[in-house]
């Protein structure tokens, strides 16, 4: 079982930058591909960006904003989100999953899910 917890949303004004994180518990997150996903009011959740053994990725729309890593020592993932633009206010989710070889940016390949954390740009 994988516990994880996101902290670090709240509200900011277009062109500021936030750092969101996922801590996880009950397996090291080394061994785990760790994505963030984003799921505004009445929308799908959508894959924002993905860490794993075979690099990072990320959605077209956040490429060159947003940076994803981890720490390992800390069991955490973050989520650097810079220049941000009204477009991406939205519930962040933080997921693990523990297989290999799934598509990554497909929310059905993750085992476990944090409850979220909000992020809100002012304009």
């Known amino acids: 079982q994988v516990q994880l917890v996101e902290s670090g949303g709240g509200l900011v004004q277009a062109g500021d930058s936030l750092r969101l994180s996922c801590a996880a518990s009950?397996?090291?997150?080394?061994?785990?591909?760790m994505g963030w996903f984003r799921q505004g009011p009445g929308k799908e959740r959508h894959f924002v960006a993905a860490i794993s053994w075979t690099g990072t990725y990320y959605a077209d729309s956040v490429k060159g904003r947003f940076t994803i890593s981890r720490d390992n020592a800390k069991n955490t993932v973050y989520l650097q989100m810079n220049s941000l633009k009204p477009e991406d206010p939205a519930v962040y989710f933080c997921?693990?999953?523990?297989?290999?070889?799934?598509?990554?940016?497909?929310?059905?390949?993750?085992?476990?899910w944090g409850e979220g954390t909000q992020v809100t740009v002012s304009s």
């Open positions: 997921a693990a999953s523990l297989r290999q070889g799934v598509t990554i940016s497909e929310a059905a390949s993750y085992d476990y």
């Open positions: 009950g397996r090291p997150s080394a061994r785990l591909a």
